[in-house]
C-alpha cells in the first residue's frame, strides 16, 4: 500500500530561526494536504497543494510540490512560539483512495 | 459554524469491557471518518462513510471494533471488548467531498485501557 515518509521526526529551533519538513509518497499523488495539530489539541488543515511544482505561501509558511507529484515540503522563515506543534502531510493517490498521513515532525521552538 | 463534535473527551476503561465513541460532523458533509492516532503518529483512517454507507473500512479490526452511521449524519464506533492496545486518541472527522478532501477534525476521544 502508499506509504508517506516524513523527516525529520522531532527539530528543535531557536526562535527566528528557520525550519523545513520534508514529505515523500511511495505512490504519484492526486493531492498533498498539510495539517498543524498543536500539542493536545487535533489536527488542522493549513493546506492543499494540487498541481505539480506547485508553489503556495502562507505569511511565513511556503509549501511545494515536487513536480513528480510525489513529495513535498514545508518551509517556515523566521520560526515563532505560535508555530510550535506537529507538522503532519497527508497524500492522496486519487479516485476513491485514502489519505495516508506521514509520521509528522514535531517542531519545537526556544524562546 | 460549528465544528466537528466528539463525546467523551476522555474514557478510561478496564479491558475487556465495552467503549462507544460519539461524533457529530460538521452539517451538510457528506464523508465522515473515523481515524486512530496512537501517540507520535499521525492518524491512521479505521473507516469512511460516503452518507450512511462505509465505504472504506478495511482498516478497522473487525473483531472487536464497529461502526455505523444512521440516517447519515451522526455516527458511533463501539470497541468490544477492549484491549490494552486500544489505547489511543479516536479522532472524527468530515469533509464536503470524498476520499480526498480537506478533512476538519474533531477535538477526539481519548481512550486509556487498564
Known amino acids: 500500500g502508499q506509504q508517506v515518509m516524513q523527516i525529520p521526526q522531532y527539530q528543535h529551533v531557536q526562535e527566528g530561526e528557520d525550519f523545513t519538513t520534508y514529505c515523500n509518497s511511495s505512490?504519484?499523488?492526486?493531492?498533498i494536504q498539510w495539517y498543524k495539530q498543536r500539542p493536545g489539541g487535533h489536527p488542522v488543515f493549513l493546506i492543499q497543494?494540487?498541481?505539480?511544482?506547485e508553489v503556495k505561501k502562507q505569511k511565513r509558511l511556503t509549501f511545494q510540490f515536487g513536480e513528480a507529484k510525489k513529495n513535498s515540503s514545508l518551509h517556515i522563515t523566521a520560526t515563532q512560539t505560535t508555530d510550535v506543534g506537529t507538522y503532519f502531510c497527508?497524500?492522496?493517490?486519487?479516485?476513491?483512495?485514502?489519505?495516508?498521513f506521514g509520521i509528522g515532525t514535531k517542531l519545537q521552538v526556544i524562546p | 459554524e460549528a465544528g466537528v463534535v466528539q463525546s467523551p473527551r476522555y474514557k478510561i476503561i478496564e479491558k475487556k469491557q465495552p467503549v462507544a465513541f460519539w461524533c457529530n460532523p460538521i452539517?451538510?458533509?457528506?464523508?465522515l471518518y473515523w481515524y486512530l492516532q496512537n501517540l507520535g503518529q499521525g492518524p491512521e483512517l479505521l473507516i469512511r462513510?460516503?452518507?450512511?454507507?462505509?465505504?472504506?473500512d478495511s482498516q478497522l479490526p473487525k473483531d472487536r471494533f464497529s461502526a455505523e452511521r444512521l440516517k447519515g449524519v451522526d455516527s458511533t464506533l463501539k470497541i468490544q471488548p477492549a484491549e490494552l492496545g486500544d489505547s489511543a486518541v479516536y479522532l472524527c472527522?468530515?469533509?464536503?467531498?470524498?476520499?480526498?478532501?480537506?478533512?476538519?477534525f474533531g477535538e477526539g476521544s481519548r481512550l486509556t485501557v487498564l
Open positions: 452539517s451538510g458533509h457528506n464523508t
Open positions: 497527508a497524500g492522496h493517490p486519487g479516485g476513491y483512495q485514502k489519505v495516508t
Open positions: 462513510y460516503e452518507n450512511e454507507e462505509a465505504v472504506d
Open positions: 472527522a468530515s469533509s464536503w467531498t470524498g476520499a480526498g478532501g480537506e478533512l476538519f
Open positions: 505512490t504519484t499523488l492526486s493531492n
Open positions: 497543494l494540487v498541481k505539480s511544482g
